[in-house]
């Protein structure tokens, strides 16, 4: 009996079992050209490392309760974000749309907004519409701010004063020819504050936490931590029980999660201690803005990952607030401690290369210096004023010389490590280096925004101690199961 | 029945028209590929997205660029579950570890003083680079968007400049996602501008055309298919046996020299009907090759794909014997899953022509569609649900995301087969989904990959997950 008359089993036909022969583009290996590898040398991006900036816009959008980003733009413009908020999280992620055609891009997008707004309010009822413009409501000069305005007047038309006005707008401008995904969510951050923070000269006692684009695990973190203070702290953009709900039917419709950041506490901002932008360029404007306008002040980085970043931002959260820090994240301290001590025989001196956004790049690479590796090559997708520094001050006590990419691309990235003399250990970034880290036959730690290729990476955090003994714990499995022969870790 | 207002509705009355539950004797056609409702939480996606995603991201060894902002590209980057079998060298004698289509994404990223000066010199100069860093590539294909397209870049121009220095083939689709309602715009002006393209080429470079002597009577192209999670692992070895060659696929796996042969065919069997008839349409008008619809998705449908093609030819004894084979061999397989399944219930949401291809072959799983939807159907997709639906079925076109929960909390159906964006939004109300767009394990289409078809359909139904949620069978 021939292959083809085989009986097919209820298991169908695997992917495996496919028998896919791979074919040759060309007869021979194609060099790349090196001049045109340094991204300075072109014109043209080859594997982007960043993404647009109404990306951002709506990451802090749905962070707030009730909360529905409204996009001015084409359907595209929703669609693939919402798509890839999918791709990270496994969770739905509701984002509505001005739905420009042909009409709106030539005779503008008022139509299609103040329209949209009110089908949008009328069925959904949100507390805040985050308005996100778009690379083409902006290069045809929609004014958003009159079109907010009419919005207005059409909604208390027809739902009355109160109804009409409770919902809140915040705008934010995103074209994302002027900036990536990190800008849409700094300049979110100063839009909701500026529109809804409010001074009412009562202190609340508490902290503001704006945690950047980080995973709900991560944001949970934050919040441990400053519960074994005793700290209340308000959190800007709270995607925790937003990007990581329960599946506990029937939900009652429309579906919103029952998480976010609640109005009354973005309103109440103004009255807090001091602000955290967890981040620099993710929230950094925010926490300006506040010091600015209500003299709250604020503190801007770094990322608390590792032992000393960790230990910085709780020694300000404690000089800010006068609480100690508790005994239990002393333990949790030593314990990190311990486990880096525990391993540090796979982690000393092994070559990593990091990329991701600024912030997580610049945090990872700090902790992998505590842990005695070696950068050769740290890239931010996005240009930053500070990230070159950054990186410099780093690395300078442990004396490594990374190839610093300010604002490259994954392309020049790959090709770099590929041209090392001596190759790099192990990969620190997204699932977008899984290509790389295959080719270069290393292993590839998954962190930052963009993990989309296993699951989990999002529940869990990277931050503060017990997310360094996650990250680490990581780091140093990933390394063995590229590395080691099974005889040499029955003893660790 | 009429046309059905659903209650989420009520303050968007113009719904109503694109709303409607199925009966024999009265068929509607709802208003379709028509303007979004603005805000109304569609699910739609653009033009671009259709040209990129659907009609040119699964052709293989193009360098695809995309002239816009660095977003169009990254999120068009290796999404689609489009497969192929092209690689590039990573290093000499190794291969790489992804398809070239999927592993490289090239993008002009559009500034602020490219919206002010012009992006096309930007453009040509990025293609030009992109050439010599991928020699290996055949040629480019470009997209514009928004961005682009509203500033007026002028891409033809520069197709034709990147052809004259280079000599590499070009292709190109000028679709902005503001262009047209839906996604449905964007496959449009591919197919049209991708077959404006090839003709040019052609007459400029007969040499390319396929020989009469490397011609066989027996050569078909698939057109609209696009090879999801290797589908067409499992279509190419039923054409073989069933005796025709399978000159091209328009777009799956699909290389751009094998797409300028095209019209070298003898028929064109047209799987995808909504993306790629026009191409099939413009080939039959202008060299006279006829094409046939088929559809590859369950038995009974195979089968009379089979026997449509080579009735064609002349051979309908192959497509006899290979259904008799298939059919048998699935045949166990099948009887399992159909004992399991039979009397469920099912809704599914697609871009269109799935929903007509799908009710016949979950009939043949004994289960039942209460519910249909599409993105970007048009007229002739509605006739084709309306004929083949049973009655009672409630029919959305372009469905928004408060209208899907009304339809999946009314119909309550067992299981919801649906695109990326809903299976986590039905999984949080309670109802099992799968991704009918990529696929969750494929190849679904032919007899084996309906099999799989079956099995994830069960996998998802029988998982012991949904008989511990809170509530259930209290």
């Known amino acids: ?492 | 029945m009429p046309f059905i207002r659903l209650k989420c509705d009520e303050l968007i009355p113009e719904r109503e028209k694109h709303t409607y539950v199925t009966e024999k004797e009265k068929s509607i056609i709802p208003l379709c590929n028509i303007s979004t409702v603005p805000g109304d939480m569609t699910e739609r996606g653009c033009a671009f997205a259709g040209a990129r995603g659907v009609v040119g991201g699964p052709i293989t060894d193009a360098i695809q660029i995309v002239h816009s902002p660095i977003g169009c590209a990254y999120y068009t980057w290796a999404t689609r579950r489009h497969m192929s079998d092209q690689y590039a060298w990573s290093l000499p004698g190794r291969l790489d570890n992804v398809a070239f289509n999927r592993r490289y994404c090239v993008v002009t990223d559009m500034e602020e003083k490219d919206v002010v000066f012009g992006g096309s010199r930007k453009l040509l100069k990025s293609a030009l680079e992109s050439i010599r860093l991928f020699p290996e590539a055949p040629g480019v294909i470009m997209y514009t968007t928004c961005t682009s397209g509203l500033i007026g870049d002028d891409i033809g121009s520069v197709a034709k400049q990147i052809e004259k220095e280079t000599g590499k083939l070009v292709f190109f689709a000028e679709a902005p996602g503001c262009s047209g309602v839906s996604q449905s715009k964007g496959h449009h002006v591919a197919n049209r501008q991708f077959f404006g393209q090839i003709n040019e080429i052609r007459r400029k470079q007969p040499e390319l055309i396929l020989p009469e002597e490397e011609r066989t009577p027996y050569d078909i192209v698939l057109v609209g298919e696009y090879n999801m999670d290797w589908d067409l692992k499992v279509i190419l070895p039923l054409m073989e046996r069933i005796g025709v060659r399978v000159l091209t696929t328009f777009t799956g796996n699909a290389r751009m020299m094998e797409l300028v042969r095209l019209p070298d065919t003898k028929l064109n069997v047209v799987h995808c009907q909504r993306s790629a008839t026009y191409i099939a349409d413009m080939v039959k008008e202008g060299y006279d090759i006829p094409y046939v619809k088929a559809s590859f998705f369950g038995i009974q449908q195979t089968n009379k794909a089979l026997r449509t093609i080579t009735h064609h030819f002349g051979l309908d004894e192959l497509a006899e014997q290979v259904i008799a084979e298939e059919t048998a061999r699935i045949q166990s397989a099948l009887d399992w899953y159909r004992e399991r399944l039979s009397g469920k219930t099912v809704a599914i949401y697609v871009g269109g022509p799935r929903v007509w291809h799908w009710i016949k072959l979950l009939e043949e799983l004994g289960m039942k569609v209460v519910a249909g939807a599409c993105t970007f159907a048009h007229e002739d997709d509605y006739e084709k649900i309306n004929s083949r639906a049973p009655d009672g079925m409630l029919v959305i076109d372009n469905p928004n995301e408060f209208e899907i929960e009304e339809l999946l909390e009314t119909c309550k159906p067992d299981i919801f087969l649906c695109g990326l964006k809903e299976k986590f939004l039905g999984r949080k109300m309670g109802i099992p989904t799968l991704n009918s767009h990529s696929y969750e394990k494929g190849p679904y289409a032919g007899y084996v990959g309906f099999i799989n078809f079956a099995r994830d359909i069960y996998q998802a139904l029988g998982a012991p997950v949904w008989s511990l949620i809170n509530g259930k069978g209290e």
């Open chain 1, 1 to 492: 009996m021939s292959a083809n008359h085989q009986p097919i089993s209820i298991d169908g036909i695997a992917y495996n079992q496919l028998k896919i022969e791979k074919k040759p583009i060309t007869p021979e290996y194609v060099r790349r050209d090196p001049e045109l590898v340094p991204k300075a040398n072109r014109t043209v991006v080859v594997n982007p490392a960043r993404t647009c900036m109404p990306f951002g816009a709506m990451f802090a959008g749905l962070g707030m309760h009730r909360g529905l980003p409204f996009v001015q733009g084409a359907q595209g413009c929703t669609t693939y974000v919402r798509y890839t908020f999918c791709r990270i999280f496994q969770e739905p992620a509701s984002i509505a749309n001005a739905s420009f055609h042909e009409d709106a891009a030539v005779f503008g997008g008022r139509k299609n907004f103040i329209e949209g707004m009110r089908n949008l309010i009328v069925r959904y009822h949100p507390d805040v519409v985050t308005v996100v413009t778009t690379c083409s409501s902006e290069i045809i000069g929609d004014d958003m701010v009159s079109f907010i305005k009419a919005a207005r007047k059409r909604l208390i038309t027809e739902l009355g004063e109160e109804d009409g006005s409770r919902p809140k707008l915040v705008l934010v401008n995103t074209p994302s020819f002027a900036g990536s995904h990190i800008v849409g969510y700094d300049r979110a951050s100063r839009a909701f504050l500026e529109t809804l923070a409010q001074d009412h000269s009562k202190p609340n006692n508490r902290i503001n936490i704006i945690p950047g684009m980080v995973m709900p695990g991560d944001v949970r973190e934050i919040k441990h931590l400053l519960r074994e203070m005793g700290v209340d702290a308000y959190t800007l953009f709270d995607i925790s029980d937003v990007f990581d709900t329960p599946l506990m039917p029937p939900q009652t419709l429309p579906y919103y999660p029952e998480g976010g950041t609640r109005i009354t506490e973005v309103e109440d901002m103004g009255n807090s201690m001091a602000t955290f932008a967890l981040c620099q360029n993710e929230g950094g404007l925010g926490a300006r803005y506040l010091e600015q306008k209500f003299e709250i002040p604020a503190f801007i980085g770094p990322m608390p990952m590792g032992v000393r970043s960790t230990d910085l931002f709780l020694k300000r959260v404690s000089e800010v607030t006068g609480k100690e820090i508790s005994k239990s994240l002393k333990d949790e301290r030593g314990r990190l401690l311990d486990f880096m001590a525990d391993t540090l025989h796979h982690t000393m001196m092994k070559r990593v290369a990091i990329f991701g956004d600024p912030d997580i790049a610049t945090g990872i690479t700090r902790f992998a210096c505590e842990l005695g590796m070696e950068p050769v090559a740290v890239m931010s997708g996005t240009k930053t004023k500070t990230f070159t520094a950054d990186i410099e001050g780093i690395v300078a006590e442990s004396g490594a010389k990374p190839l610093i990419l300010n604002g490259s691309d994954l392309f020049e990235f790959e090709e770099s490590l590929k041209a090392m003399p001596v190759p790099v250990d192990v990969i620190i970034g997204n699932s977008k280096g899984a290509d790389i880290a295959k080719e270069l036959q290393v292993p590839l730690v998954r962190a930052g925004l963009f993990v989309y290729d296993r699951v989990g990476y999002h529940k869990r955090p990277v931050i503060g101690y017990r997310g360094g003994e996650r990250l680490l714990a990581d780091l140093v499995n990933a390394i063995m199961d590229f590395s080691y022969p099974e005889e040499r870790t029955q003893q660790l």
